[in-house]
């Protein structure tokens, strides 16, 4: 549940700041009569993480540019997500897929146009797709393979848009099908990805930290 949001984006693109108060639970299935519950709660803010005065990797750049990091600023469950993932885990599926494509439409919008403007020097751009997907059709490869290849493409399209970016691909963390094995649905995993598109490698998230202070800019 998001309350309180203000969000003001500035016409040049740059610079948006937004504020909500966040506070909910969510819950998956884990077969028949259980679920794996969790909760969420917090400030949501825009640069978030900057404001707090951690050490984050867009301290190292000067015009750094982000749709939300989740945790520090995403907001990525909503009164309206909930109740349509609360249907979706009951069996009515279509208006929560619906929503999620809805979002993952937006957040590309916003990449697209920011690629556009050529005038960031760090790019974080997060999806929640693969994950929402990821926890609904674990046990459907061939639909969820669908959402990998729109991955696909839009990694072609970043590619494309900036022929001489480094981009890195991560995630934060891996899905898996969960037991017992009676619907389709998916819970995280210990495993995650990440790619480089010149051959840099990191073992854990956390070392993503170092490797991109090495880019930083003049
Ligand atoms: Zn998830």
Request: some cysteine; overall charge positive; proline content about 5%.
């Amino acid at each position: 549940m998001q309350l309180s949001g203000v969000v003001h984006v500035n016409p040049d693109g740059k610079t948006a700041k937004g504020r909500w108060y966040g506070f909910g639970a969510n819950a998956f299935p884990l077969g028949e009569d259980k679920v794996n519950p969790g909760w969420m709660n917090g400030v949501y803010e825009v640069n978030y993480v900057k404001e707090k005065k951690l050490p984050n990797i867009f301290q190292f750049f000067k015009k750094p540019w982000t749709n939300g990091i989740p945790s520090y600023g995403r907001k990525i469950i909503t009164k309206e997500s909930k109740r349509l993932l609360k249907d979706a885990v009951q069996g009515r599926q279509g208006p929560y897929r619906q929503f999620i494509m809805d979002d993952y439409k937006e957040d590309k919008k916003q990449l697209f146009s920011i690629l556009d403007k050529k005038d960031h020097d760090l790019i974080f751009w997060y999806t929640t797709l693969i994950d929402n997907f990821g926890h609904m059709d674990s046990g459907k490869p061939i639909k969820l393979m669908k959402h990998y290849l729109e991955m696909n493409e839009v990694a072609g399209k970043v590619k494309k848009s900036c022929p001489g970016a480094i981009i890195y691909i991560l995630s934060d963390h891996g899905m898996e099908r969960m037991e017992p094995k009676k619907n389709a649905w998916g819970m995280h995993s210990n495993h995650a990805f990440f790619s480089s598109s010149n051959g840099e490698k990191i073992e854990k998230p956390y070392q993503f930290y170092d490797l991109i202070s090495k880019h930083k800019s003049e």
